[in-house]
């Protein structure tokens, strides 16, 4: 850093430090910005920067102090990033504005004690900074991180590591996932922020900073998977307006449009979103359902369907039907996913929040969860696996299905509806947690949704093929089935998260120290 950068950067932290309020107004402004990496992702320094930023300020904090420090960054982070939870609440469930901002800053807030505590644990125990206190503040951070996404059924949307989907850092996420890229991310940018701390500047930071993403892009070449073949695929985009999809007055024309485009459609699979057909098999016409099952049990025909099933006694399950002339010998006359990973509110209601969901219009049940490891559905030698929705989200999940690798999925498969959140950022963002699994995995990603994203993501994370949001229409196209594993699917697959866990504490426990005590000022 230069010496005038340096008397900048030294005379804007005396004004911080002579205002407190002005340092929480600054490091929440930080937490807002780097959202902006998660929409376009070409502005990943962006949100290395905030976490730089963040980890000056909190080198220079009590505990107590770091503790604030991380609260209000979350917040601010979390509530810029999934504002759109507003328009699911207000607009289609109905609760009173002034209710549904506070239930996004109230949720924004809740999740980002995980980092406040991070932060007052690197506060307390960085030790002189450096290197060494990095990894103590990458430790702290991944243990945040990790708690958002598991505890209390997880909510890991903005994590770290979705920002780097087109950095050199993603070349890791094959080996260390997206929690692994993370840590690096806040262990990189904590050497540089504390080293902004001391009278003397190093470029240690800034010789890591290049090594890693040099190490990244060697990493991200190389490839461990091998291509099984191809299959033609035709993705519907039904583009039905949120607040009438279930609607019994126009449920009727729906089900007409989807038929219109199952007719229309050209692909060996057709992939429909979430709910597509928004009705129980039961209270379909059963003529409707027949046409469907007759058209997809031709020879080289298949289709995989989002549809509600079961009953009240048996219960209810958020499904994706898959037809093809082979499942009509399995159970039921189709292959069938149930959903695994459900979402609080929306598909099950967490004890003692009754009150809170009657004040809502929105169709919500408790639905029965699927199991986790669940079969592919096999269509022309490619073996496809299902998720539903945010069910992406969860690597560590879909790793499961991996092992053993002999039956691992070829191609994996997202229906979604994200009409939920209306044109917003959740459609972008969707997407780069789509493809970040796609890097993981090394496996590619087709998305049928009702508004958006719609597209196909090779084995890279690239995007081969898309549609316009917010149109109805049908994306044919061409995808490469893959085969075999990543280091992240072999141990996620088998271990899930507890590796990142371990990795942390021990981290934590061996290099943990406090600060050097400032030496007092006497009294003039």
């Known amino acids: 850093m230069s010496r005038f950068g340096g008397v900048v950067l030294g005379r804007f932290a005396t004004a911080l430090a002579a205002r407190p309020v002005a340092e929480l107004v600054f490091v929440a402004g930080l937490g807002a910005l780097q959202t902006l990496a998660f929409v376009a992702t070409a502005f990943w320094l962006v949100q290395f920067a905030a976490v730089a930023l963040l980890a000056w300020r909190v080198g220079l904090a009590s505990p107590r102090r770091a503790a604030g420090l991380g609260l209000i960054f979350g917040t601010a982070w979390l509530g810029a990033g999934t504002w759109w939870l507003f328009i699911s609440l207000h607009r289609y469930g109905g609760l009173p504005a002034w209710l549904s901002v506070l239930a996004v800053v109230a949720l924004s807030a809740l999740l980002s004690l995980y980092l406040a505590a991070a932060m007052a644990a690197a506060a307390r125990w960085r030790g002189a900074g450096g290197p060494i206190g990095a990894c103590v503040f990458a430790a702290a951070w991944l ?295 796609s890097l993981e995995l090394q496996r590619p990603m087709i998305r049928a949704t009702n508004t958006g994203a719609t597209v196909v993501i090779d084995h890279r994370g690239a995007v081969t093929a898309e549609l316009p949001p917010f149109v109805r229409g049908i994306l044919e196209a061409k995808v490469e089935g893959r085969s075999g594993v990543t280091p992240f699917a072999w141990w996620a697959g088998r271990l899930g998260l507890w590796p990142m866990w371990a990795l942390a504490v021990v981290v934590l426990l061996v290099l943990h120290e406090r600060p050097p005590l400032q030496p007092r000022r006497r009294p003039a």
Not at 145 to 158: C, H, I, K, Y
Not at 201 to 214: E, K, Q
Not at 255 to 278: D, F, K, M, S
Not at 282 to 307: E, K, M, W
Request: charged share 15%.
């Open 143 to 437: 243990l945040a991180e990790l708690a958002r996404g598991v505890f209390f059924t997880g909510f890991p949307w903005l994590a770290t590591g979705y920002a780097y989907v087109d950095s050199p850092l993603a070349g890791f996420a094959p080996w260390i996932g997206v929690y692994g890229i993370g840590a690096l991310v806040a262990g990189l940018a904590a050497w540089l922020g504390f080293s902004l701390t001391g009278a003397r500047r190093s470029r240690g930071p800034a010789i890591g900073l290049v090594a890693t993403l040099l190490a990244g892009a060697l990493l991200g070449r190389v490839d461990f998977t091998a291509p099984t073949g191809t299959l033609a695929v035709s993705l519907l985009q039904g583009n039905v307006p949120q607040d009438e999809k279930f609607s019994a007055r126009f449920v009727p024309e729906a089900l007409a449009g989807t038929a219109t485009q199952l007719e229309q459609a050209r692909g060996e699979l057709v992939v429909g979103p979430e709910t597509v057909i928004p009705m129980l098999p039961s209270q379909l016409d059963p003529a409707y359902l027949a046409a469907v099952l007759t058209r997809f049990r031709q020879p080289g025909r298949a289709a995989i369907l989002g549809i509600p099933m079961g009953d009240e006694e048996a219960g209810y399950t958020n499904s994706a039907l898959g037809i093809s002339a082979a499942s009509e010998a399995l159970p039921g006359g189709a292959y069938r996913y149930d959903k695994h990973h459900l979402v609080p509110f929306g598909e099950f209601v967490p004890t003692g929040f009754k009150w809170f969901t009657r004040l809502m219009h929105i169709p919500l049940g408790d639905f029965n969860r699927g199991p986790v490891t669940a079969p592919s559905f096999e269509v022309r030698g490619e073996r496809v696996a299902p998720n539903i929705c945010y069910e992406d989200l969860f690597g560590e999940e879909l790793a499961a299905r991996f092992v053993p690798a002999a039956t691992a999925p070829t191609l994996l498969a997202n229906i979604s509806n994200i009409g939920w959140f209306g044109d917003t950022v959740a459609i972008p963002q969707h997407l780069g947690i789509s493809r970040m699994r």
